[in-house]
């Protein structure tokens, strides 16, 4: 009886539980860094068959960082985490989402920064252990089109690029005082368009902190209370890989927030589907 409670509880708080899906489609438009070779989609089969029934198949061809992706470790440091080498319990954490909309209109090259995340745990409370840290730039709605989203006029010259991204510091006092396991971003690269030598990217390698960059919908988050799953193809001997990342919401919390928060009655149609 007491196992029966259990379940029917389970599943009364996976129904309550709103999904955010926060990957774009990978295709040949999906962003990725200049330099990397073409995605190829083949169709091997797509019809009816002698038998009668349809079938569909692909191959696909791409590169590990193009699109929605994660950087595993050992994208920029030696004897990190391959990507089959990620423990699963790294790929699943609560979100701590920051927003610097504002500073990241009034200056392309801003980096997120440790008084961004100092002021974020003054409004919100410590960092939870296993934090997936979320920038929202406010640059989302410029993805796909590489001049905006690189926000230059020669999409190959890289030294022309300027976008926000992550100061390396902030990584090394996260990585010191706090528990993160993955920092997420909606701009193409956890470095800002104007570094050099990628200093963020080899911050995380050092310390094993996932990167995710071109990431969906981070504006549809509460600052809060969001679980994130961060679902990364399993290459064996991969330095990242396309992803599926996913946010999972407690509806009932999310109320719970609202109504504490003094902003009126929930929603009935949720703003993040
Ligand atoms: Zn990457």
């Not at 999904?19 to 999906?30: I, N, R, T």
């Not at 960082?65 to 609560?94: C, E, M, Y």
């Not at 989203?149 to 090394?172: E, K, M, Q, S, Y």
Request: aromatic share 10%; hydrophobic share 40%; glycine share 8%.
């Amino acid at each position: 009886m007491a196992e029966l409670t259990v379940l029917i509880l389970s599943v009364t708080c996976v129904a309550a539980m709103k999904v955010v899906d926060m990957s774009y489609p990978l295709d040949e438009f999906s962003i990725a860094w200049p330099t990397f070779p073409p995605y190829k989609f083949t169709i091997l089969n797509r019809g009816l068959t002698r038998g009668g029934f349809w079938l569909e198949t692909n191959s696909f061809d791409t590169p590990e960082h193009k699109g929605t992706h994660v950087d595993a470790p050992s994208h920029f440091h030696r004897n990190g985490w391959r990507t089959h080498q990620i423990p699963a319990s790294r790929l699943v954490g609560p979100a701590v989402v920051v927003d610097i909309s504002a500073k990241a209109n009034s200056d392309p090259d801003y980096l997120l920064s440790i008084k961004d995340l100092q002021a974020w745990e003054m409004k919100h409370g410590r960092i939870p252990d296993n934090a997936v840290i979320l920038m929202n730039s406010g640059w989302a709605y410029r993805y796909p089109d590489p001049f905006w989203v690189f926000n230059t006029n020669d999409t190959a010259d890289t030294r022309t690029f300027h976008f926000p991204g992550i100061d390396p510091d902030l990584v090394a006092w996260l990585a010191n005082r706090r528990d993160v396991i993955a920092m997420a971003v909606d701009t193409p690269s956890v470095d800002r368009g104007q570094a050099k030598d990628f200093p963020t990217h080899q911050h995380l390698g050092r310390y094993s902190i996932l990167g995710v960059e071109n990431v969906k919908n981070i504006g549809r988050l509460p600052p809060v209370g969001a679980t994130i799953v961060i679902g990364v193809l399993n290459i064996e001997d991969g330095s990242g890989g396309p992803a599926r990342i996913l946010a999972l919401i407690d509806d009932k919390c999310e109320c719970a927030a609202t109504a504490a928060a003094g902003r009126g009655r929930y929603p009935r149609r949720p703003m993040w589907n």
